[in-house]
């Protein structure tokens, strides 16, 4: 095995401009064992700007609306176009994007999946600018394609998953020379049906292709220094976090913070690969470091995650611990409504499901609730809107007496009323149900009790 093997991920933000280019083939160029890079498509180069991904959509809906897609395409050409002159590459980059761009439209190859084909379009651009201008600096560099680096996934157009025959495959791109370049955000159907990830899916490739060559670590270079410990929208210059466990991971994204997609990581997660975040503007900046296990020294909670958009259905029926398969019975309702569910609290007599606001619209919910007072003979039903939750995390919570107690008195300190309390079986995180327009200052009492005091 080749020690220090990397692998490094640059988001849309580090591969915005030409600028930010050459600060990623500096830090590539800077270590030796970066030995595979994987990119994302051009991100927003300032506040207003539109990321590339959202114009080649944008360019895929004009086609199915049978609109002029000119307009939109010479957009996105003129976006690679500074790009690619800036570099000092030439324009025939520009030529293989745009004959690409006609091909995905015209073929009928591409009936099934055409919406697919054109979001990769960014990724797939990008890596070959990239690779063209490591080459250009004298420096031996290969443009890979998913396909050929044997990244297989699931026929699921927009939400593929990864199969598992592919990480033996991508073992053998250690065997190759020079730096290889591959896009992120999609793969290939075993048919050889182009189908990206859900969004946010070039993370999953980076933590695919680290997995998969076994690398010693997973660089995700993004545009911030560090995870920190609260959302710092609402707690200026919060604490940053040095060290964290992929359980702490998971919940934290999961809730609200934005730096990973929460399925993001389980490639690495599970080859037990250590991950570090690190921002490519200040690329010499430790960053945060995800790993297996750590040592609970930072006290029992490491991060405050929330988010808003969150709606409760309460059921309520006298004995309903009695009545067997009741709640399969009431989710079952919300499959064939097709309503996922993120949490179910229950009691002896009660029960509520916790949904993403988008999820039940205002039209849906009138019918649920019809279909749970009818099938479910219920005592009371009620849908409560405009709720938010909070998590607090960390590994040192499963052997630390009186964290719920701390976090209640937190609340009571915000005058916050709690909605809903409901503890992870993991022991690893205590979500709180609270009204959205209290979730700042809760979150502020919270911070204030477990990293200031």
């Not at 994007?97 to 919406?115: E, T």
């Not at 670590?217 to 210059?237: A, H, Q």
Request: include cysteine; charged fraction near 25%; aromatic fraction near 8%.
């Amino acid at each position: 095995m080749v020690i220090g093997m990397k692998v490094a991920k640059f988001g849309g933000s580090s591969v915005a401009t030409a600028d930010m280019l050459k600060k990623v083939s500096r830090i590539v160029l800077s270590d030796p064992d970066r030995k595979f890079v994987v990119v994302s498509a051009p991100g927003k180069r300032f506040d207003g700007d539109v990321k590339v991904t959202d114009m080649f959509i944008e360019l895929g809906e004009s086609f199915l609306n049978g609109q002029s897609v000119e307009p939109v395409l010479n957009r996105i050409i003129d976006r690679f176009h500074s790009i690619v002159h800036e570099l000092g590459l030439p324009d025939g980059l520009l030529s293989e994007i745009k004959d690409s761009v006609w091909a995905i439209l015209k073929d009928d190859q591409y009936k099934s999946n055409r919406l697919d084909a054109l979001k990769a379009m960014g990724e797939d651009s990008l890596a070959k600018i990239l690779s063209g201008y490591l080459q250009s600096l004298g420096h031996q560099a290969h443009y890979v394609n998913p396909k050929d680096a044997g990244i297989i996934v699931s026929n699921e157009p927009g939400s593929a998953q990864v199969l598992e025959e592919s990480f033996e495959r991508l073992y053998s791109l250690r065997n190759r020379d020079g730096i290889l370049v591959i896009p992120g955000f999609f793969g290939y159907t075993k048919e050889g049906n182009l189908m990206t990830f859900p969004r946010g899916g070039s993370d999953i490739t980076g933590s695919i292709v680290a997995a998969g060559v076994r690398a010693d670590l997973y660089e995700n270079f993004t545009d911030v220094d560090s995870v920190y410990c609260v959302n710092p929208s609402i707690i200026k210059k919060p604490k940053e976090i040095k060290t964290l466990t992929y359980r702490e991971m998971r919940e934290l994204s999961y809730a609200g913070f934005s730096v990973f997609h929460d399925e993001a990581l389980i490639p690495a997660f599970q080859a037990k690969i250590p991950v570090c975040i690190k921002n490519t503007n200040h690329p010499e900046k430790p960053g945060t470091m995800i790993v297996a296990e750590r040592d609970a020294t930072n006290g029992p909670v490491i991060g405050i995650a929330s988010d808003t958009g969150f709606v409760s259905i309460y059921v309520s029926k006298y004995l309903m611990n009695r009545e067997l398969g009741f709640g399969k019975n009431l989710l079952e309702i919300l499959v064939d409504e097709h309503i996922s569910f993120e949490h179910a609290p229950s009691g002896i007599d009660d029960m509520s499901v916790i949904i993403r606001e988008n999820q039940l619209p205002e039209e849906k919910e009138e019918r649920v609730i019809k279909r749970i007072k009818e099938e479910l003979k219920v005592d009371t039903v009620s849908v409560e809107r405009n709720l938010a939750m909070i998590m607090i995390v960390g590994e040192g919570m499963n052997s630390t007496i009186g964290v719920a107690s701390r976090a209640t008195e937190a609340f009571a300190r915000a005058n916050v009323n709690i909605e809903m309390i409901n503890q992870g079986s993991s022991e690893v995180s205590m979500m709180f149900g609270v009204k959205s327009d209290k979730l700042e200052p809760a979150v502020k009492s919270l911070y204030e009790l477990f990293f200031q005091n």
